[in-house]
């Protein structure tokens, strides 16, 4: 595995990311998703609202990253809001 | 109830294969290169933790910022041409008899050809000096160069990627049409419908699907296009030619950055599967409302 680099940061975020996943997949088994149309402009599933959060929050660091010098972090706090509000609202 | 779950678990193993191929040959890779994106790789063993330094040089670097855009200046004239171009030659196609195979095998020559020797054949026929292309507009009176002037480059670049890739979309978009029903045809004269309004309400819903095909296929493609421009302009004149993947393969071949080249890369992605879900999603949007 030392081909792959690993970091102690990007594991836990690999981690996190395939916890959810697997969270996903066990919900879906106990209560499958239905197709609902809330704040997001076309109706989504479960997976649909997952991967725009993923996505999302990708953008934000991004943004964060280019237009301003503060520190990261509050940016993950933002992609956690945007997630909260996606996957419930969304 | 129960012998339903056992056929859906014998589907799952079914795709397994399928899971592990993907893992192997896309997940893991994106993963080392998310791993490689964090750190400064002096060497195979010597490397240093950074954060998220690389992203932020690589978004505050001018010459990125540059070749993005470029980037979406190239990909959008490239789907605005080839896109109603393909639709154009496909409807003026005989749909069968030997006139439609003929035709349809000399639109599929340009895409034989390899991105490479494309690239070598526009490079030949462009050229001011011997080229076919370029002797012929210098006779006419145009100073056309495209190795000196950023805008004849441009052209040259689009006009190759035309001729390489409009075949794609006209075979698509006649594959689309040849499945529209004959009766819709004969409906819509009975109704007196104009050329244009058989286009419109006939032809075009029933293409929609392999539209959409077309359009993110040309769209990640001319994103991603590296060898013809490398082959034809080599990024120049200056860097006026320059997309991402010429920049990315200069830092991560050229300058073995692997580090930047790495977040590079990540951010290169995500513009992709941006670009490609919102197309995809407004488009299926559409579908679903109608």
Redesign the interface.
Known sequence: MN?????A??GL??AVIASALLFLILLELKRPTAVAKGWL???TTRGDRF?VSL?GA??I??FW??LTDWP?LYASGLAMLWLVAVMAKG | MAQNRVKDNRAWIGVLPVLLIVAFSGVIPLMTVVNYSVQDILDFNTRFFVGLEWYRETLDDPRFVDAFLRQIGFSAAVLIVEIPLGIIVARGMPTDGLRASLLLVLLATPLLIPWNVVGAIWQIYARPDIGLLGVTLNELGIAFNYTSEPLHAWLTLLAMDIWHWTSLVALLAFAGLTSVPAACYQAAELDGASKWQVFRFVELPRLKGVLVIAVLLRLMDSFMIYTEPFVLTGGGPGNTTTFLSQYLATMAVGQFDLGPAAAFSIIYFLFILLFSWLFYTSVMRDEDRS
Do not use: E, I
């Open positions: 081909w792959m680099a690993w970091t940061p990007t975020f690999f402009p076309m109706a991967f996505l990708a953008f660091h991004l990253l280019s990261v």
